[in-house]
Structure formats: C-alpha cells, structure tokens
C-alpha cells in the first residue's frame, strides 16, 4: 500500500492494514525512502539556550514545579522578536521541504 493511502487511512477512517512507519533521519532522503511519514522541522536560533541550558527559566534541582512555576517572571526576559523568529523559522523549513521534493 503506498504511504499516502495508509495514513490517510489512519488518519481519516481511524484504521490501517499497519501502522505508519516514521524514520528519523539526519539526512532526509532516508526518511523518504524508509518512511510513510516524513518529517521536517526547524528551531528558532534565538532560543537555543532553552534548548542547551534551559534558558533563563531553567529549573533547578531540588526546586518542585510549582515553586518554579510560582517564581516565574517572564516579563524579565528580553525575548527576541516574535515576528522575526517566526519568519526566520518559515524560511528555513521551506529551504528544507524544498530540498525534499513536493511529491513521493
């Protein structure tokens, strides 16, 4: 059955001869040829430190969530501009989508 067919069916109809595979992949063309579910993201540079170190909202040991959550301030942060990163973010898995092909 070709990929497009079972997840639709799994998708639309709630059922499917088998379960869709995902291959995660470095290289995306492995994805494609290994796969019935391709997939592509992209992260936002300006929020790298959250996803190295946490960011300036890291949690500390010991620290239960609620006290985190309760010293939360995050009006405190100089964030980067919504815009900006969600364009920039656009761009780069439109480059990667592109790179893919449109059709299998």
Do not use: C, Q
Request: glycine share 8%; aromatic share 10%; charged share 35%.
């Amino acid at each position: 059955m070709d990929s497009k067919r079972l997840v639709h069916e799994v998708f639309e109809e709630g059922s499917a001869a088998r379960v869709p595979i995902h291959v995660e992949a470095e290289d995306k063309r492995y994805e494609y040829v290994l796969g019935d579910v391709l997939g592509v993201g992209t992260r936002i540079s300006d929020w790298r430190d959250f996803y190295l170190k946490g960011g300036p909202f890291a949690r500390g040991n010991g620290v239960s969530l609620s006290e985190w959550a309760d010293s939360l301030d995050i009006d405190a942060y100089d964030w980067p501009d919504i815009d900006e990163a969600v364009n920039m973010a656009v761009l780069k898995y439109r480059e990667k989508v592109l790179r893919i092909g449109v059709d299998r």
